[in-house]
Nanobody, 124 residues
């Protein structure tokens, strides 16, 4: 079992950057891949970015070219670097673990563990 703690959310200006962090602790010896989800009011939780079986990064279409998912394995930390933010990026962001992520593995039902969520609000 792993524990995830997400941080870094807040208020950002449209067009600006923001970086989220997710620290993983507990039993990190298992085979899992990290992902970031988000949930806007009235909408279903959606996969934003995650690592595939091949450990390559996957991004949903709406964030491609703007978001990246760097990580620091030595610190058991995964980031979500968000650039060129727009108001549609406003949501609660969650980090999660799962077997693997990609276009056919994008459902939040596939997640094994969740961080507590961090609010991102983008103002125009």
């Amino acid at each position: 079992q792993v524990q995830l703690v997400a941080s870094g959310g807040g208020l950002a200006q449209a067009g600006g950057p923001l970086r989220l962090s997710c620290v993983i602790s507990g039993d990190t010896s298992g085979r899992y891949h990290m992902a970031w989800f988000r949930q806007a009011p009235g909408k279903e939780r959606e996969l934003v970015a995650g690592f595939s079986w091949a450990d390559t990064a996957y991004y949903t279409d709406s964030v491609k070219g703007r978001f990246t998912i760097p990580r620091d394995n030595a610190k058991n930390t995964v980031f979500l670097q968000m650039n060129s933010l727009n108001v549609d990026d406003t949501a609660v962001y969650y980090c999660a673990t799962g077997v693997a992520w990609g276009p056919k593995r994008a459902s939040y039902h596939l997640a094994d563990s969740w961080g507590q969520g961090t609010q991102v609000t983008v103002s125009s």
